[in-house]
Nanobody, 123 residues
Framework: QVQLVESGGGLVQAGDSLRLSCAAS????????MGWFRQAPGKEREFVAGINWSDGGTYYANSVRGRFTISGDNAKNTVYLQMNSLKPEDTAVYYC????????????????WGQGTQVTVSS
């Protein structure tokens, strides 16, 4: 089992930036992919971005591509999500998750989840 702890959320204005962090511990070697998801009130959890540990390959949801950047630090077992040009529709609880399935964007493929961090973007 992998334990994940997110941090970095907060209240910002439209156009601002935030960087989320996700620290992993436990059986981190068992995970091939780290991903970020988000869930707004009354909506389903949706994929935001993912990174493959093996080659550093990244992939994004269309709604954030060009504004968000996912990166990882293997030495620190930490994944980051740099969010620029934030919009009110980015408001959600953001979750970090780990999966063994390369390239996955489906929540059900991710077996370990953090507790989430709130991001609120005001207009």
């Amino acid at each position: 089992q992998v334990q994940l702890v997110e941090s970095g959320g907060g209240l910002v204005q439209a156009g601002d930036s935030l960087r989320l962090s996700c620290a992993a511990s436990g059986r981190t070697f068992s995970s091939n992919v780290m991903g970020w998801f988000r869930q707004a009130p009354g909506k389903e959890r949706e994929f935001v971005a993912g990174i493959n540990w093996s080659d550093g390959g990244t992939y994004y949801a269309n709604s954030v591509r060009g504004r968000f950047t996912i990166s990882g630090d293997n030495a620190k077992n930490t994944v980051y999500l740099q969010m620029n040009s934030l919009k009110p529709e980015d408001t959600a609880v953001y979750y970090c998750a780990a999966s063994v399935k390369l390239g996955s964007t489906r929540p059900r493929d991710f077996g370990s989840w953090g507790q989430g961090t709130q991001v609120t973007v005001s207009s």
